[in-house]
Nanobody, 121 residues
Framework: QVQLVESGGGLVQPGGSLRLSCAASGSIFSINAMAWYRQAPGKQRELVARITSGGNTNYAGSVKGRFTISRDNAKNTVYLQMAGLKPEDTAVYYC???????????????WGQGTQVTVSS
């Protein structure tokens, strides 16, 4: 059983900062890419940022230069440092990880339960 548990969401004023964390736990052999997605009311879930096991990153154009994704492989944890937050960043943020449960096994995608980020004055 694998779980992804997110934390760090909340209410912040425009221009403020937040740091999201997502810790994976359970019977994990290895973790490939980890990513953050978000879904605003009435909109489709979209990729925010992604980081490979080797540390390569990519970002949605709307957050590039404001958000930074990082990971601690020893802790099976991924972070999203968000700065210069805007009202349009308001959404539920979801953690995603591609996890292998055993040597030679398949890679499965897992999701966290989501954490609300609200940017408002």
């Amino acid at each position: 059983q694998v779980q992804l548990v997110e934390s760090g969401g909340g209410l912040v004023q425009p221009g403020g900062s937040l740091r999201l964390s997502c810790a994976a736990s359970g019977s994990i052999f290895s973790i490939n890419a980890m990513a953050w997605y978000r879904q605003a009311p009435g909109k489709q879930r979209e990729l925010v940022a992604r980081i490979t096991s080797g540390g390569n990153t990519n970002y949605a154009g709307s957050v590039k230069g404001r958000f930074t994704i990082s990971r601690d492989n020893a802790k099976n944890t991924v972070y999203l440092q968000m700065a210069g937050l805007k009202p349009e960043d308001t959404a539920v943020y979801y953690c995603n990880a591609d996890i292998k449960l055993s040597l030679g096994g398949f890679v499965y995608g897992y999701w966290g339960q989501g954490t609300q980020v609200t940017v408002s004055s």
